[in-house]
């Protein structure tokens, strides 16, 4: 990649709340984004959900309606995949099966220098970058929900990635408005889940154990220990089936109970209720996504 980070060409593959929301924050940082999904449905309404953010985000001041006019030129949607780019990353479905699939053939249609990165915390880099020729190429870009808002991003490192490939993803994350935060050392999870998921098993352990109700919990974790939301209210606003599928991937590697999903958050994939996003998770929600009662 000869260009500099600030004139970037990038793909972003997945235009769920993730994907789209990464694709915005590269587009206001200047660079000239492709957001790539299977599903025109999909890239229209994440389009038109993307457009209402920003018009409130001129509402409120926080933005001027040049800079967002400018980053929607800046921003095109596909159907198909590209390889005319500088970085590709991948937010799609958390299946590792399907995201190797996605890099095989991605690696396959993009240029030498182009780097091959991930937004998934549930499988490191190396579980992905064996199903390409780039290996050295490949790195985990984790951001966090919402990505507009939050800042951190979680640059993680495989065991053959390169020293020039993590500092062009360090200074990507700078470059966009992010805080890097490098793992040196590929781990599932990586940091801040695995500190989350701590809190997470506990919580439902508690919950399960008939200790204190999902409500009571929350409740702590906010004024005892200064959270922004308790463990259930997180769980549902990144969408229950997030967490379930990260857990089922790191049973899959280590084979420990103990790893595998809760009782509780099992019931609720199988029922769909998945949180916000379904109208229904460990509470309910109305269609503009307020919480209005506990589910459960």
């Known amino acids: 990649m000869d260009r500099p980070v600030t004139a970037m060409k990038v793909m972003v593959a997945g235009a769920g709340a993730m994907g789209s929301q990464i694709a915005m924050v590269t587009a206001l940082a200047g660079h000239e984004v492709t957001l790539y999904d299977?599903?025109?449905t999909m890239l229209e309404s994440s389009v038109a959900a993307l457009r209402g953010r920003m018009d409130s985000q001129v509402a409120k001041g926080r933005r001027t309606a040049d800079d967002v006019d400018a980053a929607f030129a800046r921003l095109?949607?596909?159907t198909a995949l590209t390889g005319d780019v500088d970085l590709v990353i991948e937010a799609i479905v958390e299946k590792l099966e399907i995201k190797r699939q996605f890099f095989t053939d991605v690696d396959a249609l993009c240029g030498p220098g182009t780097i091959l990165a991930s937004n998934s915390s549930s499988f490191v880099p190396s579980a992905m970058a064996s199903a390409t020729e780039r290996p050295d190429r490949f790195v985990n870009l984790h951001f966090f929900n919402p990505a507009l808002?939050?800042?951190c991003v979680e640059v993680v490192r495989g065991p053959e990635t390169s020293d020039e490939t993590a500092a062009t993803a360090v200074a990507f994350v700078e470059q966009i408005g992010k805080l890097p935060v490098v793992l040196d050392k590929e781990i599932p999870g990586f940091v801040a889940n695995r500190l989350l998921n701590a809190v997470r098993d506990e919580a439902l352990a508690l919950y399960e154990g008939g200790?204190?109700?999902?409500?009571a919990i929350d409740t702590a974790a906010r004024t005892a220990?200064?959270?922004p939301m308790g463990p259930f209210e997180l769980?549902?606003?990144t969408g229950v089936d997030i967490g379930y599928h990260t857990k089922m991937g790191r049973f899959a590697e280590t084979g420990d109970p103990a790893d595998a999903p809760s009782a509780t958050v099992s019931a609720l994939v199988e029922r769909g209720d998945l949180g916000r996003k379904t109208g229904r998770g460990f509470y309910l929600y109305d269609d503009t996504g307020a919480r209005v009662g506990k589910a459960i």
């Open 76 to 78: 095109t949607t596909t």
């Open 235 to 237: 769980m549902d606003l």
């Open 225 to 227: 220990l200064g959270y």
């Open 38 to 40: 299977l599903d025109p």
């Open 149 to 151: 808002v939050m800042r």
């Open 211 to 215: 200790y204190a109700g999902i409500e």
